[in-house]
């Protein structure tokens, strides 16, 4: 749904020169089959290995039904022109997300 919203919004965020980062722990084939079915049109990364998603504070234990695991987080991140994260949304609402990531950019601005 996250995902949906942001390629809905799209233009609004090429009007805006903001690029769109995907990324997941997800294997390359399972990543453009999601890719693909959706119609993203920016690029999702894959990271099987961690490394980034660790580096992001967006791996780590998770509990499902009383079972724990290890698993990506739904944060995102807004990323200035010189490479500074300048907001962190921890927690997200999926519908809502794309619209106030662009509220946040131009409140910037």
């Known amino acids: 749904m996250e995902g949906r919203g942001f390629r809905d919004e799209f233009q609004h965020f090429q009007d805006r020169g903001i690029n769109i980062i995907g990324m997941s722990a997800d294997p390359p084939g399972k990543q453009k089959k999601f890719h693909t079915k959706y119609g993203f049109p920016y ?4 990271d099987e290995g961690h490394e980034v998603l660790e580096a992001y504070g ?4 998770k509990k499902l039904y009383g079972r724990n695991y290890m ?17 962190v949304y921890p927690k ?6 794309p619209k ?5 950019w131009e409140a910037l601005g």
Do not use: F, T
């Open 58 to 61: 967006a791996w780590g234990p």
């Open 71 to 87: 698993g990506i987080a739904r944060i995102s991140y807004l990323i200035n022109e010189a490479g500074e994260v300048v907001k």
């Open 100 to 104: 106030q990531v662009l509220a946040d």
């Open 92 to 97: 997200v609402k999926p519908i809502s997300h």
């Open 43 to 46: 690029p999702l990364l894959c």
